[in-house]
């Protein structure tokens, strides 16, 4: 089993930049694919972005698309969010996933089996 702490979540005004960490324990000797993914209050979870263990492939929504970066250290068994050009809309709880013997970059919330507690991320106007 993996377990997951996200990091590095706060309030930032509208145009500003967050970066988000992922720290992986437990068995990570085996090869996961991770993704991020993030509620906002009312909404469904909804994925953001996803990495593949060999950070070879890697996939992003629409809405993240040329202003969030997803990124992996496996030696620190850490995954990065790094988020720029934030928008009010980015406002959300953000969630940080894993998917065990996964070689692609999975964007469905039920390829993972592992998450992590969460980071708010507030986006002022």
């Known amino acids: 089993q993996v377990q997951l702490v996200e990091s590095g979540g706060g309030l930032v005004q509208a145009g500003g930049s967050l970066r988000l960490s992922c720290a992986a324990s437990g068995r990570t000797s085996s090869t996961y694919a991770m993704g991020w993914f993030r509620q906002a209050p009312g909404k469904d979870r909804e994925f953001v972005a996803a990495?593949?263990?060999?950070?070879?492939?890697?996939r992003y929504a629409d809405s993240a698309k040329d202003r969030f970066t997803i990124s992996r250290e496996n030696a620190k068994n850490t995954a990065y969010l790094q988020m720029n050009s934030l928008k009010p809309e980015d406002t959300a709880v953000y969630y940080c996933?894993?998917?065990?013997?996964?070689?692609?970059?999975?964007?469905?919330?039920?390829?993972?089996?592992?998450w992590g507690q969460g980071t708010q991320v507030t986006v002022s106007s």
């Open positions: 996933a894993a998917a065990p013997r996964y070689y692609g970059a999975p964007y469905n919330a039920n390829d993972y089996a592992a």
């Open positions: 990495i593949s263990w060999s950070a070879s492939n890697t």
